[in-house]
């Protein structure tokens, strides 16, 4: 049979419309005898990262007592049991996945053959399966149907099953996507096109590279896979990120409270408190100076107090939940009133700190507190108070789970920072861990500077006790939004807390999902003014008004459910930082004279961003 041409004049194939054989080339191995000698070479260097991981293990200095795959094992077990135990059942399972197979090879067939077929049904738009041959090329289009009728089939399994209570079917849900994410076929060099074209171009250098830097990335995290996401010798703290100019005017073992210099000549009468998460460090809020929310909020005329906890170790296994609550929030707060004479303060809590500023709000709603500060105002920025829809983190709590982890907290004296990494990765696999892996052991490529990714890998450690009671008081209990949270010997309400509140929700929240945060914001007691923005935990938040990115809702009244609130309420494009500040000097528009870090009464101990910020896990 000829071949058409083209207009070009290339050869077009018959059998696969608008497939041209040359587009091959790429994939023919050119140097087979380079090629056998750098895929020995990978090997090689495979094995030293093989060796890596194993000889802490053998030492005893990695002890493997935190393993989802134990758990994934478990959780997949209880479907694969109910589809086994019935023969109807299991030909029903086989039925479904190979038919749909039968349909992707009857078609292929039918192109092959040069007969006119229906279109393809539209695949789902996935980065990882951008290059265009996964789509041109026969052999990666089937891959890909494969892959995708292989995963969408897992995932109805999971939700025909019978007999799983809604905890097991959550978990085997996610670790399904961990699966299903892990096997891609854009995970492996002989089924992505990317991958391979580059491997028979370079007779396989990229692989003998990339295995090297696998194993410099476990030689780095010590026995485990410390994963590049971003060049980390583009940024230092101090220099490039965190670099608002202030003074550290306070230092207890929980945290030092930083106060920023003022670059207007006068500022709102109140200052402003602001309460990271000690999951993380606190300059996500004060990243590169287009991006900080702490360097806007100065130039807004905020005088700006941060709090920078302790990155802690063995020594501070039993700081808990109340200690960073009076270490903390309120040794915070005597500093800002003797810093600046203030009796009111506007606070702003995010994330796990939002939590942690609410429990102290409902645990001193009616206790004086002499020689400190009162919170006037609180904003919340991605905080959870209500976790019955915590999202895929509850995943990893249960009874089972969380006494595992309390007894390797027990064991080592903290929880290492690349735990909690992890498992935030986890929830994004398909964005957070896999891309990488493939760009960077696989095509050897070296990640671009990102402050962001940076930041996100600048870990810390947790205190056992406080984890341990965040995990079960909050995330297994829901103890704080049914009043159930003891404090100070006594239950605490969120219903205390009558002071205006602003909360802040993300749309595409995978870490506090916008219907937990909405449906935590209903409960507090007082005033409350409740915006969603677009994206996700951390670009929602961390959205500056320049660059007029995404948009955020606001304007409805505060009832029913998020659906019924978003019908209701009024789209703007842009930034969320305008509007808080609107709402913030509502509240009170008194102007002083600027103020200098520490005052007369507080001497500086050094310059922002102080110490705390700089101890890498």
């Given amino acids: 049979m000829s071949a058409k041409k083209d207009q070009t004049g290339n050869a077009k194939s018959q059998s696969f419309p608008g497939f041209d054989p040359a587009a091959l080339d790429p994939y023919l191995v050119k140097d087979p005898q380079s090629l056998a000698v750098n895929l020995a070479r990978a090997a090689e260097n495979f094995g030293k990262a093989a060796t890596e991981w194993l000889g802490p293990r053998e030492r005893g200095a990695v002890v493997d007592t935190l393993d989802p795959l134990s758990d994934l094992i478990k959780s997949l077990s209880k479907v694969a049991e109910y589809w086994m135990a019935e023969p109807q059942r299991t030909l029903e399972a086989q039925t479904l996945l190979l038919s749909s197979y039968m349909a992707i090879w ?11 077929v229906p279109p393809e049904p539209e695949l789902p738009r996935d980065k990882r399966f951008a290059d265009e041959d996964w789509t041109n090329n026969p052999f990666f289009a089937v891959v890909r149907q494969a892959y995708v009728v292989t995963a969408d089939w897992a995932a109805q399994l999971v939700n025909r099953a019978e007999g799983l209570d809604a905890h097991s079917r959550h978990k085997a849900e996610f670790y399904l996507r961990q699966v299903t994410a892990a096997l891609s076929p854009a995970n492996f060099a002989l089924t992505n096109p990317e991958v391979f074209r580059e491997t028979v171009a370079s007779s396989g250098l ?22 590049r996401q971003t060049d980390e010798s583009s940024y230092i703290v101090g220099r490039d990120l965190a670099i608002t100019p202030g003074k550290v005017v306070a230092r207890n073992e929980i945290c030092e409270v930083i106060q920023y210099a003022p670059t207007t000549e006068t500022v709102f009468r109140r200052p402003l408190l602001i309460v990271p998460p000690w999951i993380n460090k606190y300059y996500i809020l004060d990243l590169t100076p287009q991006k900080s929310f702490v360097r806007w909020c100065v130039e ?15 020594r501070h296994a039993e700081i808990g939940w109340e200690n960073y609550i009076e270490a903390g929030i309120d040794f915070a707060l005597k500093t800002v009133r003797t810093a600046t004479g203030e009796d009111d303060v506007n606070a702003i809590g995010y994330c796990v700190g939002g939590t942690l500023l609410a429990t102290a709000l409902a ?42 982890l309390e007894k ?27 891309p990488y892996v493939v760009s960077n052991y696989l095509r050897a490529r070296d990640p671009l500077p990102f402050d962001l990714l940076y930041w996100n890998a600048d870990s810390t450690r947790l205190t056992p006790a406080s984890h ?30 009558t002071i205006p509140v602003y909360s802040l929700a993300t749309r595409d929240d995978h870490i506090a999902p916008a219907k937990s945060v909405f ?20 670009a929602g938040v961390v959205n500056p008004p320049e660059p007029e990115k995404y948009r955020y809702w606001s304007g409805a009244p505060l009832s029913g459910s998020l659906d019924d609130w978003l019908s209701a309420a009024y789209a703007q494009g842009g930034s969320w930082w305008p509007n808080w500040q609107n709402w913030i000097a509502a509240q009170d528009q008194t102007q002083v004279p600027a103020r200098q870090p520490g005052g007369n009464r507080l001497k500086t101990l050094g310059d922002a961003p102080g110490t705390y910020v700089l101890v890498r896990s």
Avoid at 106 to 116: C, D, H, I, K, Y
Avoid at 216 to 226: H, K, N
Avoid at 374 to 402: I, P, W, Y
Wanted: glycine fraction near 8%.
């Fill in 408 to 434: 390797h907290m027990a064991d080592v004296g903290y929880l290492a920072g690349s735990k909690m990494a992890t498992a935030f990765n986890m929830l994004r696999a398909s964005e957070l861990i896999w």
């Fill in 300 to 314: 807004q005329g905020h005088t700006v107090f941060m709090i920078s906890w302790v990155n802690p170790d063995e």
């Fill in 519 to 538: 449906n935590g914001t209903m409960l507090f007691g007082g005033p409350t003014e409740f915006v969603l923005a677009s994206s996700g935990h951390i």
């Fill in 468 to 497: 341990a009671y965040y995990l079960r008081t909050c995330y297994l209990d829901n103890a704080l939004s049914e009043g159930r949270m003891v404090l100070a010997g006594k239950p605490i309400a969120l219903s205390d807390i």
């Fill in 206 to 227: 990229n692989l003998v590279e990339g295995m090297a830097k696998l194993a410099e990335d476990i030689a780095r995290g010590g026995g485990e896979l410390r994963l």
């Fill in 363 to 404: 645990r001193n709603s009616d206790e004086p507190k002499p020689r400190q500060s009162r919170v006037a105002s609180a904003t919340f920025l991605a905080a959870q108070m209500d976790f019955t829809h915590a999202g895929d983190l509850k995943v990893f709590v249960d009874d089972e789970q969380l006494a595992i």
């Fill in 106 to 116: 009857a078609r292929s067939v039918a192109r092959f053959s040069g007969e006119q």
